[in-house]
């Protein structure tokens, strides 16, 4: 492995993080994020407890990219068909795990390489060396990157809007930009954009444009990784509660128009390397953290009925359900049909394989091959090569009920309605 660099400071404004700080400011935030969660969920006195001993911590990640790159020109034939073909348009919902810089936007953040080495060459506030699964599922799409919501310059929303924000939560109050703000979002910016139209001006999507896009959602991880530290008998209520909210935002999506939804349940969180080498407890014959696993588990069951239920109360609505956790699980329980030979390894970490991963230093200390199969980036994250793997199996629909591939919702056509 070679050592890992931190690279030069930029110019211009905006805060700086260099690679080390980066992580200890990521590793925070997901702490804080699960340890305010799980107070949530304590009795008083274990309240009381945590109270005495829980320090301050504060801290966000990400990159502020400064624009787009230019893509060379489409020949002449290729130019006039996709003239011809409407826009494919997405709309994310999600968390670190879709995120592609709307952290960064928000807090006006800059991280240093080598986050984005793998396939931009640069930081692009994605917290990976490359793409994740949303990237993957733009380009088999042939539609670019989707922008952050809240990243301004350099923006271009005619293909659609990520809401997704690193450290995102499905829960009210635990982080700012939970999943019901992304909702009051995207209802915002779909209010002002048909505005725009009425009033003769461009607006970056369609009153068609929102009926036919897509609507993904990858959220939840942080709610499950929360609650997996509670007491089990708590467990069915809460995911109760948050399925509740999943509910909800789908039924404000589709009050607003949306009809094609492609829902991803958690994945093994138990089996990320950060949660493996950190943490205590029954581990299974894969060495993934049992309890953690079971948690995820059971949240995605009733995510997955949820889907069921939807689905036929929903007229005209497809709802698609990806077992997400099946797919992931599969590249530590048979990492060898995928060519890895340490699945709990981290690529940007420390102490070499099997986990080069050590609690008490951050950065990249060890540094894996760009070409690497490595599934994790930091110990939580995935890096390109795993969110590609990911992608095209959650994309086949081997892993979705019904068992639809992602292309063929896209493709497959909607019911439209009326008006301008």
């Known amino acids: 492995m070679a050592g890992g660099t931190n690279g030069a400071n930029g110019g211009g404004g905006g805060k700086v993080i260099s690679l080390p700080l980066q992580y200890f400011c990521v590793l925070a935030a997901a702490v804080v994020a699960v340890m305010v969660l799980s107070l949530a969920f304590m009795s008083p006195a274990a309240m009381v407890a945590v109270r005495q001993n829980l320090g301050s911590v504060a801290a966000a990640a990400g990159s502020n990219s400064s624009g ?146 897509l609507y993904m959602m990858d959220i939840g991880h942080n709610d499950v990784s929360a609650i997996a530290h509670t007491p089990s008998d708590k467990w069915d209520k809460k995911f109760t509660e948050i399925v509740g909210e999943i ?4 039924t404000i999506l589709y009050d607003n128009g949306a009809r094609k939804f492609w829902i991803h349940g958690t994945g093994a969180l138990g089996c990320l390397p950060a949660v493996v080498v950190q943490e205590k407890g029954e581990h299974d014959a894969h060495g993934c953290l049992a309890s953690v696993n079971r948690a995820a588990r059971a949240f995605n069951k009733k995510l997955s009925s949820l889907c069921d239920d939807m689905r036929f109360h929903l007229k005209n609505a497809a709802i698609v359900y990806t077992d997400m956790f099946a797919i992931k699980y599969d590249f530590v329980a048979n990492h060898t049909k995928y060519g890895i030979e340490w699945p709990f390894m981290v690529c940007c970490g420390n102490g070499g394989p099997p986990y080069n991963f050590n609690p008490g230093k951050s950065g990249c200390g060890d540094l894996c091959e760009p070409e690497s199969k490595v599934i994790s980036w930091d110990g939580v994250h995935f890096t390109d090569f795993g969110s590609g793997l990911s992608a095209k199996l959650a994309m086949s629909g081997e892993y979705s009920k019904p068992r639809v591939k992602l292309a063929s919702l896209v493709n497959g056509g909607s019911k439209k309605t009326s008006g301008s």
């Open 247 to 250: 509910r909800n935002a789908i």
């Open 68 to 213: 787009v790159d230019p893509e060379a020109p489409a020949p002449p034939a290729a130019r006039q068909q996709q003239e011809h073909r409407p826009p494919v348009v997405l709309f994310n919902f999600g968390d670190s795990n879709s995120d592609t810089g709307g952290v960064a936007a928000a807090g006006g953040i800059r991280i240093m390489p080598p986050e984005g080495r793998t396939y931009f060459h640069r930081p692009t506030g994605r917290l990976s060396d490359g793409r994740v699964i949303v990237d993957f599922i733009c380009e088999s799409l042939n539609t670019r990157e989707l922008n952050p919501y809240l990243k301004g310059i350099g923006s271009d929303y005619s293909n659609g809007v990520n809401f997704a924000m690193a450290g995102s939560t499905v829960t009210h109050g635990v982080s700012p930009y939970s999943l019901n703000v992304q909702i009051d979002q995207f209802v915002y910016f779909k209010h002002r954009s048909l505005e725009l139209f009425k009033r003769g001006l461009k607006g970056p999507v369609s009153k068609e444009g929102f009926e036919n896009a």
